[in-house]
């Protein structure tokens, strides 16, 4: 119903587990990098847990693009089942033949080992994945154990990889699971998002679906991050609720009162599943104001200390806080004309880069081109084109949301310096959220030779850059001499370099990871921030 009005490609909060929306917070990075540590062990069982809908599935899936081409899956979604039927269900995602009609737990143990000694031989490497495990039986978990036993000089020739909410950590810390217990190679408890991740997670969503403008007011952030607990799929619930009542209500963007409302509408008229949690900070607030009154009553029961007579010495070694530095704020300089600072803000990119702009209106970016710079049209958080690292020309609004065009050419600490036609500004960090809605311009060096994304399967100059990069980086031998193939072996490296450096690790080769490639490498590009990154 909303998506149309508020010119949306398609709805940017479904539920649904679309790649192309993933969004990797710092603790999907960390929970995705304890599994891939798990698996890359040989041991026997892995376990990730975390409260419903903080995106467990999501780093599962990301887990699978990790996996090396001579690994074999088997998936079990539905833990509710027997020891005969689990063995069934693993036989029939391994595709192991075996009788119809009654089979004994031996006979499908028997047909399973026999499986994994055949893969074993042939340099296969055999993955378990259960989602839900906190519902699997005891019993269920005993004949699982029982399935790691069998294994090599080296490794375990099957690994266990366990998702399940918290209750299942309890699970296994009864007296009676020490021997699985024990066998846990990696876990990881993944929690919420952070008040910060929770904006830039809306943001990123919003982009994935085509938004131009922003629909969230920054000022609602907070409330929503309460409202939710942190919790992606409640985030994506409320966020889907509060679109529609702005979309009833005629309004162009989401304002606290709507949010508000769909809460309520979602949880009920607590407006919170956080409730508990509010209380408890809500009593320790008391404890604590008590506990002041307390000390502070006898302080003032206390007879006041004797003024020395004569003037105050200072002390030598007191310490005088620094004054803030001076900023600025965040509006285009009055007098100057506000229809010229888009070419006045790719005056300073050019700048930045020692080159003059000669080019007006989107003439940019074919003047970028023809310097062998790429030129990156993007919708991003502040956080992420830091990263990036790159100066950059921000579409900003100002009081009256009028549009005007500014250069970001540095960033040190909590304030930003920006060029706004003829004028240098310093502005702090946290002014730019409430004028920019994400829609920036920057310059890159394109390899040689690049033409456009690299994909596996691609041959040439720009397969022998990516190998030389990714060495220098890791530290290794170059084969760029002859690395004329982006195969599968390259891919891996590629998509754990994403991972690592937040993106979504596709294994394509675009802007954002050739900008972040060249920063670890070493690069003596332009840089937002002071220092030569890599180096």
């Not at 996996?67 to 693993?90: C, M, Q, R, Y």
């Not at 809500?282 to 006898?298: D, K, M, N, P, T």
């Not at 940019?364 to 690292?389: E, H, P, V, W």
Request: glycine content about 8%; aromatic content about 6%; hydrophobic content about 40%.
């Amino acid at each position: 119903m909303y998506k149309e009005y508020f010119g949306l490609k398609e709805l940017p909060f479904s539920i649904a587990p679309d790649p192309r929306y993933l969004y990797m917070s710092h603790k999907h990075r960390e929970a995705l990098a304890h599994l891939v540590y798990g698996i890359s062990s040989d041991g026997g069982f892995v376990l990730l847990t975390g409260e419903v809908g903080t995106g467990k599935t999501t780093v599962c899936r990301c887990l699978l693009e990790q996996l090396p081409g001579n690994t074999d899956v088997a998936f079990i979604l539905n833990p509710k089942l027997s020891v005969e039927e689990l063995l069934a269900a693993i036989c029939d995602d391994l595709r192991i033949r075996y009788p119809d009609g009654k089979t004994s737990i031996k006979g499908f143990v028997d047909r399973i080992n026999t499986y994994l000694l055949d893969a074993n031989a042939r340099g296969r490497k055999t993955v378990l994945i259960i989602e839900e495990a906190q519902n699997l039986s005891p019993d269920v978990l005993e004949q699982l154990r029982l399935l790691t036993n069998l294994e090599t000089n080296q490794r375990k020739l099957l690994q266990i990889v366990m998702v399940g909410q918290p209750e299942l950590q309890n699970k296994l810390a009864q007296p009676g699971m020490s021997q699985l217990a024990q066998r846990i190679t990696a876990r990881y408890h993944l929690g919420p998002l952070s008040r910060e991740e929770v904006s830039e997670y809306v943001t990123h969503r919003l982009a994935v679906a085509g938004v131009h403008t922003r629909l969230f007011m920054p000022s609602i952030m907070d409330k929503l991050f309460r409202l939710s607990g942190g919790i992606p799929r409640l985030i994506n619930v409320v966020c889907d609720r509060a679109l529609l009542g702005a979309y009833v209500q005629g309004k162009e963007r989401v304002d606290k009162k709507t949010l508000i409302k769909a809460a309520k509408e979602v949880f009920g008229e607590a407006g919170s599943l956080r409730k508990p949690r509010i209380l408890r900070w809500a009593l320790a607030g008391i404890l604590v104001v008590i506990s002041l009154a307390a000390l502070s009553g006898s302080i003032y029961n206390q007879k006041p200390p004797a003024v020395p007579a004569g003037p105050v010495q200072p002390q030598n070694n007191a310490v005088v806080a620094p004054e803030p530095p001076k900023t600025d704020r965040l509006e285009w300089p009055s007098g100057m004309p506000m229809e010229q600072s888009k070419d006045m803000a790719y005056q300073a990119i050019f700048r930045e880069w020692a080159l003059s702009y000669q080019g007006q209106g989107s003439a940019y970016c074919q003047q970028a081109k023809t310097n062998g710079l790429g030129c990156l049209d993007t919708r991003t958080s502040l956080k992420n084109l830091i990263q990036l690292n790159r100066p950059a020309v921000l579409k900003l609004f100002d009081e009256s949301g009028k549009e005007f065009y500014a250069a970001l050419t540095a960033v040190d600490g909590d304030t930003a310096t920006f060029v706004m036609g003829t004028e240098t500004k310093k502005i702090p960090l946290k002014e730019i959220d409430a004028r920019w809605f994400g829609e920036c311009t920057l310059l890159w060096r394109m390899p040689r030779k690049y033409v456009s994304d690299l994909k596996p399967g691609n041959r040439g100059a720009g397969v022998q850059w990516l190998d030389t990069q990714l060495a220098i980086i890791q530290r290794r031998t170059t084969q760029s001499k002859t690395k004329s193939s982006y195969d599968e072996s390259l891919a891996k490296q590629v998509k754990q370099f994403q991972l690592a450096s937040g993106l979504v690790p596709d294994g394509i080769v675009g802007p954002q990871t050739v900008i972040l490639l060249n920063n670890a490498a070493g690069s003596d590009e332009p840089m937002l921030t002071s220092g030569k990154v890599g180096k």
